[in-house]
């Protein structure tokens, strides 16, 4: 089963708005990675949170990490239309022999 | 970083056949794996490929039905064998350096008639 869950799935916003996706697990985590697919794309690393309440900018977008490594968003303020794409929360997990599963992805479209 | 190199990039393949999936990386890397991605899905692990032994499949994949090479840690193939419609997929290799992120390939996206 899914191991990281993802929400929301889909949003669409107006070019300025802000948008945020929420991942969360039932399970502490080791550290939890953000990947951004365009459409037709391949997924493409953003960045990688370890610590507990990590808080990391690339300029408009914002990582955090829970405390409690459970859980951790991304946020992007000021929305543009090269933000269009999936975004996807990314964790190690032990029942996979330590590889990296993904979750569902929140889709992300922007409307100029 | 890393550059990964797919081939092929798209295929329509007739159905009970088998097609093989190659990975190029520019540089010799710790980790290759592959993924499966159904159109507007997640991306879902099939395995590790490990360099000079067998892969590491997950639950639910087979080496039967997957087999996949890494002779050297630049390269892998997978095949897809005795292919259904239920293969039809985008098939995308991935590499670490060691440090966690992974690269991704541009995805052999494959169509089983």
């Known amino acids: 089963g899914q191991q990281v869950m993802q929400i929301p799935q889909y949003q669409h916003v107006q070019e300025g708005e802000d948008f945020t996706t929420y991942c969360n697990s039932s399970t502490t985590l080791s550290n939890i990675q953000w990947y951004k697919q365009r459409p037709g794309g391949h997924p493409v690393f953003l960045i990688q949170?370890?610590?507990?309440?990590e808080v990391k900018k690339q300029k408009r977008l914002t990582f955090q990490f829970g405390e409690a490594k459970k859980n951790s968003s991304l946020h992007i303020t000021a929305t543009q239309t090269t933000d269009v794409g999936t975004y996807f929360c990314a964790a190690f997990w032990r029942g996979s022999q330590g590889n990296l599963i993904f979750g569902k992805g929140t889709k992300l479209s922007v409307k100029p | 970083s890393a550059v990964i190199s797919q081939k092929p990039s798209r295929d329509i393949c007739q159905r009970g056949t088998s097609l093989t999936i190659q990975c190029q990386v520019d540089s010799q890397v710790t980790m290759m794996f592959w993924y499966r991605q159904q159109p507007g899905q997640s991306l879902t692990l099939i395995a590790t490929?490990?360099?000079?032994?067998?892969?590491?499949?997950e639950s639910g994949f087979v080496i039967d039905k997957f087999p996949i090479s890494r002779p050297n840690l630049t390269f892998s193939t997978l095949t897809v064998s005795n292919m259904s419609p239920e293969d039809s997929s985008i098939y995308l290799c991935s590499a670490g350096l060691g440090g966690g992120e992974l690269f991704f390939g541009e995805g052999s996206r494959l169509t089983v008639l």
């Open positions: 490929a490990n360099q000079g032994s067998e892969a590491t499949y």
């Open positions: 949170l370890v610590k507990s309440g």
